[in-house]
């Protein structure tokens, strides 16, 4: 449950894992498995999800992969235009295109 | 806590990771910017997980990142330059905190990024960049049985297409924008003066032997509802309809020229002026690697060497490695001769298709105006979040703009950054 996940759970967490132990983060409401050390970027393409809207309202994704297009920014936990291309997956996270 | 060094260096790839561990090496107190969650750049993305393999490249990262660790250099990653407020001083954001940190010398190796241009289709999911397919397959992405076609120009189409062949994905077909003439002559030059380079281009043709590799030929369009289903690619004059899960589709790279235009560095036919000492036209600042001319690691190594060994006084051992200098600035001249764009590509992108992706500009709005700048006041292209570095080189081409102004933030920030707020000074 997404709602017990606190700060200090996540850490506690991250820490016991294995490197490739899958953990799933939500994309858009989907589930997405991933794997510690990928990029939320490459989890989006990997789902076949979008990351944002244009401003025409049409889905984008991820193009660049280095931090430079903007196009793979969303809304990580709250917080928009978090460029995922340069932030690393971890537990609990939500993903909401914007 | 404003913070001084004698010498800072901006981006770790492996130009900067050479740069700041060679002046460190000499006893300077030094710190090393870089944007990523890791050093390494994008040649070198992905190197400090310990589940990559033991390759030659991944050695040397590894020579070099062993280096930097045993020479007391600070490294800040996930860390911008937001602006320079004044001489010597730049702004950095990292994380909630915001800090001006000033230097002696400061050493640019802020590398280049994929050079797109505008096609039909071109922002549908599904499409994106050639080196960009390949840092998002380093960053995880699992590419087994994908059906992939590659696009473009330069040399990372080949490269590209053999490490997604070794990870498993279809590759159904590379296509480069350049003739087959120009590409035997650029053979022809690697094989007398880079034969590394050479055998490395001969081994990755060998490991996609299975992949056609058409030249001459380029993508129309790209199609699908919500998301690519099917390229178009116009090889020797028809076209062929190809169904993809992926096309990947740059021009080869450009500089990203920010910083130093944002300091004021001279900047000649697209590249910095340095010289040969890596100095710009700026006082205190050098810049190495990409900027300098787009020319990949091994140039970049050997800048970033003489530009560290500069920047820690070390004149004598800067002028050492001079010499070697030449044949990798002749290679970055081959390069930009065998990729230089055809003119049709210019007429891919229809009077419907967006160039500038954050605002949504089409072509027929900014065939209305004269200048970058009359398109950036009336339609808004290139004031979006990516500030013109997708569209500003993709305009130059089409309409023969000089889109190269910086102004700060060189990067998106805070308002509060900017302002100098929350600036932590002593």
């Not at chain 1, 309202?57 to 936990?77: I, S």
Request: charged fraction near 20%; proline fraction near 5%.
């Amino acid at each position: 449950m997404r709602t017990e996940c606190s700060a200090h759970f996540v850490v506690m967490d991250a820490k016991s894992d294995s490197m490739d132990k899958p953990f799933s983060i939500i994309v858009n409401g989907q589930d997405v498995s991933v794997r510690q050390g990928m990029s939320v970027a490459a989890a989006i393409l990997s789902a076949r999800q979008f990351s944002r809207r244009s401003m025409n309202g049409a889905p984008r994704a991820p193009l660049c992969g280095m931090g430079v297009c903007m196009e793979c920014r969303a809304t990580v936990n709250g917080t928009p235009h978090v460029r995922t291309c340069q932030l690393l997956c971890a537990e609990c996270m939500e993903i909401e295109a914007q | 806590m404003s913070e001084h060094f004698d010498v800072i260096v901006v981006g770790a790839g492996p130009g900067g990771m050479a740069a700041a561990a060679i002046a460190a090496e000499a006893g300077r107190k030094v710190c090393l910017i870089d944007e990523n969650p890791a050093p390494g750049g994008q040649i070198w993305r992905g190197y400090e997980r310990e589940s990559e393999t033991l390759s030659p490249h991944r050695m040397e990262f590894l020579r070099w990142r062993r280096r930097l660790a045993a020479s007391g250099c600070a490294t800040w990653n996930e860390a911008c330059v937001l602006a320079a407020p004044q001489r010597n001083t730049l702004r950095i954001e990292q994380g909630a905190q915001c800090v001006d940190l000033s230097y002696g010398k400061l050493i640019l190796a802020t590398g280049a990024r994929e050079r797109f241009l505008p096609f039909p289709g071109w922002t549908l999911p599904g499409v994106l960049g050639v080196g960009g397919l390949q840092a998002f397959m380093k960053a995880g992405l699992d590419v087994r049985g994908q059906r992939i076609v590659l696009a473009g120009s330069g040399p990372l189409l080949l490269a590209v297409a053999a490490s997604l062949t070794r990870a498993g994905a279809r590759v159904l077909m590379m296509a480069e924008q350049a003739s087959r003439q120009t590409l035997l002559n650029l053979s022809f030059h690697l094989a007398l003066l880079h034969p590394a380079k050479m055998m490395e281009g001969v081994t990755c043709r060998w490991q996609t032997r299975r992949v056609p590799y058409k030249q001459q030929a380029w993508v129309a369009r790209a199609e699908g509802r919500d998301r690519l289903e099917r390229a178009i690619l116009r090889v020797n004059g028809s076209d062929e309809t190809i169904e993809c899960d992926l096309l990947a589709c740059a021009y080869h790279l450009v500089p990203n020229l920010e910083l130093p235009l944002l300091l004021g560095c001279a900047v000649e036919n697209g590249v910095v002026r340095v010289d040969e000492q890596q100095r710009s036209s700026v006082e205190d600042v050098l810049c190495i690697g990409e900027l300098t001319g787009v020319g990949g690691l091994d140039k970049a190594i050997v800048e970033g060497q003489i530009a560290g060994n500069h920047a820690a006084g070390r004149t004598t051992q800067a002028y050492e490695l001079v010499p070697e200098l030449k044949k990798h600035r002749q290679f970055v001249q081959w390069l930009d001769e065998a990729f230089a764009l055809r003119p049709e590509l210019r007429a891919l992108a229809e009077a419907d298709t967006i160039v500038c992706r954050c605002e949504d500009v089409v072509r027929e709005r900014l065939e209305a105006c004269n200048s970058w700048r009359e398109a950036k006041l009336h339609t808004r292209c290139g004031m979006g979040p990516c500030q013109g570095r997708i569209c500003g080189p993709a305009t130059e081409f089409l309409f023969g703009w000089d889109t190269r102004s910086a102004r700060p933030p060189a990067m998106p920030g805070r308002v509060g950054s900017l302002a100098g707020e929350d600036v932590h000074e002593s």
